[in-house]
């Protein structure tokens, strides 16, 4: 059973953040300086309740191993610069980016709230490294909500919407170096 599917059964829905929000939250904890066991964000994946919503053990197994080898795909290629958007996300003519898109974006910036001290202690707030870490959160919160990033810019004078596909199309190597900076600071703490 895909991950889809599972997420797809009548039983468990609106028991669990989606699909993209689920890659976006997992690409969060996999880009994350210090690495947290499964076992303390897993939870945050249906609403950080104490008890999952599975109705059986076979259904809990069978998504945690998708959660688990997802981040066993994101780590490394966020580590060796090979992190890809996925699949669904994209840029869109008419909504600036795809709804699978904003989901991504709100499930890492919800893995980021998770895991902010963490990246506070290796990137403090005065430090060069924190301007890097302030320009990828700035860039997901863009693709997020382009509509008010796009009244927000226009009040400055700047128009077009090119910037968002910069920002789309440099947001893959925009999170592998953050996340390859952290693991440098974090080795040699």
């Known amino acids: 059973m895909t991950l889809q599917q599972l997420l797809a059964l009548p039983e468990l829905e609106g028991r669990l953040i989606n699909e993209a929000k689920t890659q976006g939250f997992v690409t969060a904890m996999a880009a994350a300086p210090n690495i947290l066991p499964p076992n303390e964000w897993l939870p945050f994946l249906w609403g950080g ?27 490394p290629a966020l580590l060796e610069n090979r992190w890809q958007w996925p699949q ?22 919800q893995g980021w709230q998770l895991t902010r001290d963490d990246w506070e202690t290796v990137m403090p707030e005065e430090s060069e490294d924190n301007a890097l870490l302030g320009g990828v959160l700035l860039s997901l919160s863009m693709l997020y909500d382009p509509e008010t990033s796009i009244a927000t810019l226009a009040e400055q004078g700047i128009q077009g919407l090119e910037q968002f596909e910069e920002i789309f199309n440099a947001m893959p190597t925009m999170l ?11 080795e040699q703490a």
């Not at 259904?59 to 688990?68: C, K």
């Not at 592998?176 to 974090?186: D, E, H, K, Q």
């Open 88 to 109: 669904g996300c994209a840029l869109d003519d008419e909504e600036i980016v795809t709804e699978c898109t904003r989901e991504f974006c709100e499930g890492v910036l």
């Open 49 to 75: 309740e104490e008890v999952a919503p599975f109705s059986d053990g076979e259904q809990l197994e069978a998504y945690i191993e998708h959660i688990i080898a997802m981040w066993n795909d994101y780590r």
């Open 176 to 186: 592998s170096g953050l996340t390859m900076r952290a693991s440098i600071l974090v």
